[in-house]
RNA sequence: GCGCGAUUAGCUCAGGGGUAGAGCAUCACCUUGACACGGUGGGGGUCGUAGGUUCAAAUCCUACAUCGCGCACCA
């Protein structure tokens, strides 16, 4: 048995090998000391213990090739990349094992035990998705990556934290948080997700107090509530003071029924007569607008809650050590018990989760760190006048939404995996200091250390235990993983600071991309980045956002190995509209999932493959000569020089899809469909040299140019097929992806006319080529042999004389004969197509019907008899011609007169065919 | 409740006042000298619904419907 070579492009080994070896010559390396235009990119920095997801591959391809165009653009390109500690995520992680290996927690093993295996953990499981990255192809300069746990980064955090202490902006307060009873510890308003819960409504009845024995001693008022387990830290119940149904109750009190007390009722605007029975239980210590109400009523705040949301001993015997969902139950049956259950009903309301555990997150009363944020009204500004260009535009109006109703962020965690606050109290006043109230700048005096390195004498001292919200690293991340904190602005961001482009997640626009605008301002004096593009969100076929709780999110490193990186990047980018949601198709076959938008991609590195095996067939240089190129080479040619201008503006407006698109439809529909189908001729035996010269170098100026546009979306088959063809010059970097874009036209030389000549005649014969093989598919005729066309192209010809290109006809139109025989007379029921190029016969032996013919041509007589009837109907319409513009008008009297044209001769036809 | 977005062929999506488009899927034909991960041709759409503006609406405007996403202290 011969061996057999495939045909089809394998992307494996070429992807891993052309990336190695990029690395290795330092292709990605961004050099501050360049002269050219500065372009740069910092990475969302992926938590370190992230694996990738197509949320990655569609955010980093965008990056890649917005800096690999730069670079070819001749930019010297920064794109800086890194990971994040992700405090939460990573901690949790860490402490899973250890329950699960060791049967621990982290407190027993200690703060500094605990660290050291995640620190371990990081070194062992982290960076797993850098490896991922760089299987994708992403040009990021590794040499310059950083981790927002590494020293010179956490310096950062502690000097600006000290900053802002003495600024006044941070401060530390007890107040209502949001706390996740899993992590056991309080997060910001950001991290909690809102999502719709199917719960009970419970309706129960309180006693109203009779006063002095007045009034009737059995009153009751009813109160409904979703949360019957935080009763016992009822401290109030609040109407409305306009609702004329309890305004007597108002200073009076009712009965708490467990633990018994008396609390009073108080008037409160917040609530709404129309929910419920129009009163609300207040319990100060376990909702927010409860402790507001609270905190005016001077009413007493009963925390019922352990941290880790079990009930404590003020919930009374009964409840103690209780989960919160079961003392619900709970609750409801004592009440029921006790006769003061009304009714339970169904409801849907929203309650907040935490992001990260996806538990129902406690509002909580704690003490905790909070920042004032710096530079509000100059971020917004920013924005708002697009120093900072939003893409899409319409995530500007959420922005300056949320700007405008900024609170202070809650910035510290009870956790033990990040930055620990920089913060220590004099260890015989620590423990009145950690209880303070409003600590701030002002507050302590000496018994108070804030700074960046511990105090000289620090066995004196104690440390703040809690440690700060990831965010407050990554807000960082544009100039902090450039430059040291104790330094200068280091060479590398006096280059590439601002940055140019970030491409992110609008899900991160508050976490990060508007506190990046603020500490940019504040700690640059500079916006951190000009344009921020916003990425869509992944979703699969039904709609749902990927995530891995669902199972439906495929791995991209299976997909890569079986399709190839540049097959899933370009099948990423062909479907991502401007900020737009990108549906992930997948569907099954056999069992098997198959990704069809990535099969296109596949598909198209294949096809790119061997239209460049096809150059490699044809033997020897090419030699340009203008005068000597066939039409067809100028039509490509011409048609190149606009896929270079189309894909400049898409580029302008990161209109990634559309420059796919173009890539696809250029390549494809164009190049291997036409013009290498219409080339083949020139590679004939007895083929004119100078032509097949000429067409061999058409051919070698589209791949090249080709490549060079690709390079950004298909990164290793490009930088491999220029490699193949030896399209290096003299004089020019070693790789394809340092080459610089060529601007000038690859027409240049040739006079305009004859371009224009050249279109419209092969737009001609393209055009019949089409309609001939519609007459032959119509009649069944699938193979090429056998099948002759008789060509009369009388007055049809697009240069108006005898038609010269039957040899590019035939091979297009798949004949094994074709000839020109003006005024040819058919025989009656030959087969006939008209066309631009004139009518075109297909006799066929045996086949002659003229009752058919007469048929088909009547079909067609209806068609274009129906396109005449609308021309006519639109320029008989008096208002049409008066108002509508005159190219307009003028476009429609030539379509008349085309259409008319073809009506007549196909009517003379129909006729030529007898009655 | 308010705001934003989507709704175009069976699927994934382009188009954005002037003749409804692509890829996949489907059907028919084709082992034509790069590619069957290919070639050729066909079928398939009253562009979510109802109004309005206009000579002309898939496109602009207004409602509504469905889906999705933000924001909001309705217990």
Partial sequence: ?????????????????????????????????????????????????????????????????????????????????????????????????????????????????????????????????????????????????????????????????????????????????????????????????????????????????????????????????????????????????????????????????FPEAEIPVVADEHIDPEFGTGVLKVTPAHDKADFEIGVKNNLEIIDVFNPDGTLNEHAGPEFEGMDRFEARKKAAEKLEEMGQLVKVDDYENKVGFSERADVPIEPRISMQWFLKYPCVEEATAAVANDEIRFRPERWKKTFTHWMGGIQDWCISRQLWWGHQIPVWYRKEKAEELKGRESLDATGAGNDLYVGIDPPSDEENWVRDDDVLDTWFSSWLWPFATMSNSDEEPSPTEKRFYATTDLVTAPEIIFFWVARMIMAGYRWRGKLPFKNVYFTGIVRDGRGRKMSKSLGNSPDPLDIIAEYGADALRFAVMKTAPLGADIRFDITNEGGKEIYPQVVEGRNFANKLWNAARYRQMQEGEGTFDASALSIYSIDILAKLDQLEKDMASAYEDYRFNELAQLL????????????????????????????????????????????????????????????????????????????????????????????????????????????????????????????????????????????????????????????????????????????????????????????????????????????????????????????????????????????????????????????
């Fill in 1 to 257: 048995m011969t061996k057999e070579i495939s045909t089809g492009y394998q992307p494996g080994d070429v992807e891993t090998q052309w990336y190695d070896r990029w690395v290795k010559s330092g292709c990605f390396r961004g050099n501050e000391n360049g002269e050219g235009e500065a372009y740069s990119i910092v990475i969302p920095p992926p938590n370190v213990t992230g694996i990738l997801h197509l949320g990655h591959v569609l955010n980093t391809t965008i990056q890649d090739i917005l800096a690999r165009r730069a670079r070819m653009e001749g930019k010297d390109v920064l794109w800086l990349p890194g990971t994040d500690h992700a405090g939460i995520a990573t901690q949790s992680k860490v402490e899973q094992k250890l329950r699960k290996e060791e049967k621990k927690t982290r407190r027993d093993v200690g703060r500094e035990a605990f660290l050291e295996k995640v620190w371990d953990w990081k070194e062992e499981h982290g960076g797993i998705i850098i490896q991922q990255l760089k299987r994708l192809g992403c040009s990021c300069d590794w040499s310059r990556e950083r981790f927002t746990m590494d020293e010179d980064y956490s310096r950062w955090i502690s000097k600006i934290f000290v900053d802002l202490f003495e600024e006044g902006l941070i401060y530390r307060g007890k107040r209502m948080v949001n706390w996740c009873p899993k992590s056991l510890t309080a997060l910001s308003d950001e991290e909690v997700i809102m999502k719709p819960q199917k719960s009970k409504l419970y309706y129960m009845r309180y006693k109203v107090v009779a006063e002095n024995g007045e009034g009737s001693p059995d009153r009751w008022v009813e109160i409904a509530t979703t949360r019957p387990e935080t009763l016992m830290g009822d401290t109030g119940i609040a109407v409305n003071p306009k609702d004329e149904r309890y305004g007597d109750l108002v200073g009076k009190k009712v009965l708490r029924p």
């Fill in 664 to 915: 696809y439809d250029f390549f494809w529909g164009q190049y291997c469909s036409w013009f290498l189908e219409s080339s083949k001729g020139a590679f004939a035996p007895d083929a004119d040299p100078a032509l097949r010269g000429s067409t061999v170098a058409a051919m070698d100026l589209v791949l090249k140019r080709f490549l060079l546009q690709s390079q950004p979306f298909m990164p290793h088959i490009s930088e491999e097929l220029w490699d193949n063809l030896g399209y290096r010059e003299e004089g020019c970097p070693e790789f394809l992806m340092q080459t610089q874009l060529q601007t000038e036209s690859v027409l240049a030389g040739v006079d305009p006319a004859v371009i224009n000549a050249a279109q419209t005649k092969v737009k001609a014969i393209y055009e019949s080529v089409s309609r001939a093989r519609n007459l032959k598919a119509e009649y069944g005729l699938g193979s090429n042999r056998s099948v002759k066309f008789i060509i009369d192209p009388n007055g049809g010809a697009p240069d108006g004389g005898a038609f010269d290109e039957t040899a590019v006809f035939q091979q297009l139109v798949g004949a094994a004969e074709v000839v020109v025989e003006p005024s040819f007379e058919a025989e009656k029921g030959v087969p006939t197509a008209l066309t631009e190029i004139g009518k075109i016969y297909l006799p066929l032996e045996g086949l002659i019907d003229v009752d058919a013919e007469r048929e088909r041509l009547s079909k067609e007589l209806a068609k274009v008899e129906d396109e005449l009837k609308k021309v006519n109907a639109k320029l008989a319409n008096e208002n049409f011609v008066s108002r509508a513009p005159e190219a307009v008008v003028g476009e429609m009297k030539e379509r008349q007169v085309q259409w008319q044209d073809k009506s007549d001769e196909l009517g003379r036809m129909i006729e030529s065919l007898g009655a």
